[in-house]
């Protein structure tokens, strides 16, 4: 594999497994969260508004993960308090996501289709690389997650409450601050995984530029579960296929089946270990 492979690899990865380690903390939670795909679309499209506003990349970032998280309540608020069904609240909140970004291009940055501009900064590269600096950001936070999860005391409660919130509950444990908390830090996270796709990976927004990542991260967390370092080799696995994309389209792939194929791939490949792993339990529990 060469590095330019590689490092292509990497920064396909790095937004996706932002949104995967929200999901996976909303898991975690007992909170089915497949709003990641409209919360990556709010993180993007705000960085580049408020990075256009004010010539600060960081500015966007911030503004990115802020917006995401009152975004994210629209989820939490409804499922967690309310009791709504989250796989509803997180399909309309999807569509929104879409429509209200498409409506505020047009509005704030005067045009439609994709926005890119001379002036509109992107976030600085680590050094003697083509890597953002959030791309180290997002590996070290799933060795974090892995830690917290695995180790910290109030990591195992979220483990707990997400598998028995009724025990839970009679612990004492708080179950609704917990999921609250889990939803939104997990707006966060897809904050800056929309940061990263619209500023780092590229330096523009275009309608719809999520492009089914936020999928992918919701079928990585149901193969991974609540294992951080399975998310990330399913994430990774989504990376190759896209950098393998590419690749195929400079070699005169027509560039809707290039689009297709890290999606098909990394599909395909997801759903065989998801078969594989159902069989080896069967064969333990014979």
Known sequence: MSLVFAASVITATAPVLFAALGGLLCAAAGVFNIALEGQLLCGAFTAVVVGHETGDAWLGVLAAVVATVLFA???????????????VVAVGTNLLALGLTSFLMRRILGTGGTYSSPDLKGLPDLPHTSQSVLVPVVFLLTAVVAFWLGRSRSGLRLRALGGQPEAARSLGLKVTGYRHAAVLTAGALCGLGGAQLSL??????????SAGRGWVAVVAVMLAGTRPYRLLGACLLFGVAEALGFRLQGAGLPQQAADAAPYLITLAVLVLARVISRR?????AA
């Open 280 to 284: 080896r339990r069967k064969e333990r």
């Open 200 to 209: 780092g990976n590229v330096t523009l927004f275009s309608e719809g530029m």
């Open 73 to 87: 309540a629209l989820l939490s608020v409804p499922t967690v308090s309310l009791n709504a069904d989250p796989i």
